[in-house]
T-cell receptor, first 110, second 111 residues
């Protein structure tokens, strides 16, 4: 089992739709979780950290499910500009490393 | 505020030539520093990370090396490039195991 796994997609959704991605992780003791957005040929940009209590920033909501070992990202009212690849990252316990998923590609269609 | 610089933005190098990519961070002290490579259409592969000057951890054995001569400077090097070294090289920083921030990257093509 990979340390961090994501559905590569693509997820094709119409403007205004709600879409959710999951990211599973293998190390149950992991403490820190993050979502990044990466546009084509650009560097990943931090979207949000994922806290145990969840995290919301405008149209974006991130949640952590420790029992099932996954984090999720929910995007409401999708915009064309949300089209990108969304990467999750997990910090394994006792290290300063970050393990990234391979990303989920989102296409928002007009 | 913190800023991370990488240069050059693009690079085309012949097989067997040396490589030196530099990354500097401004606005923070004693950051953790990272080098990643992203092959076309692939995920991020952690190459090296450093928690302090002169401290380098290597994640993937290969013909690359890294050095941290100053607190906010991280250098990725190779003595002889291979075709398989082509990719998008990203430097990143974090404070402890907190949020990680990436530089703009260097797109390397080995011909």
């Amino acid at each position: 089992r990979k340390e961090v796994e994501q559905d590569p997609g693509p997820f094709n959704v119409p403007e205004g739709a709600t879409v959710a991605f999951n990211c599973t992780y293998s190390n149950s003791a992991s403490q820190s979780f993050f979502w990044y957005r990466q546009d084509c040929r650009k560097e990943p940009k931090l979207l949000m950290s994922v806290y145990s209590s969840g995290n919301e920033d405008g149209r974006f909501t991130a949640q952590l499910n420790r029992a099932s070992q996954y984090i999720s990202l929910l995007i409401r009212d999708s915009k064309l500009s949300d089209s990108a690849t969304y990467l999750c990252a997990v910090n394994p316990p006792g290290t300063y490393k970050y393990i990234f998923g391979t990303g989920t590609r989102l296409k928002v269609l007009a | 505020s913190q800023t991370i610089h990488q240069w050059p933005a693009t690079l085309v190098q012949p097989v067997g030539s040396p490589l030196s990519l530099e990354c500097t961070v401004e606005g923070t002290s004693n950051p953790n520093l990272y080098w990643y490579r992203q092959a076309a259409g692939r995920g991020l592969q952690l190459l090296f990370y450093s928690v302090g000057i002169g401290q380098i951890s290597s994640e993937v054995p290969q013909n690359l090396s890294a050095s941290r001569p100053q607190d906010r400077q991280f250098i990725l090097s190779s003595k002889k490039l291979l075709l398989s070294d082509s990719g998008f090289y990203l430097c990143a920083w974090s404070v402890l195991a907190g949020e990680q921030y990436f530089g703009p990257g260097t797109r390397l093509t080995v011909t």
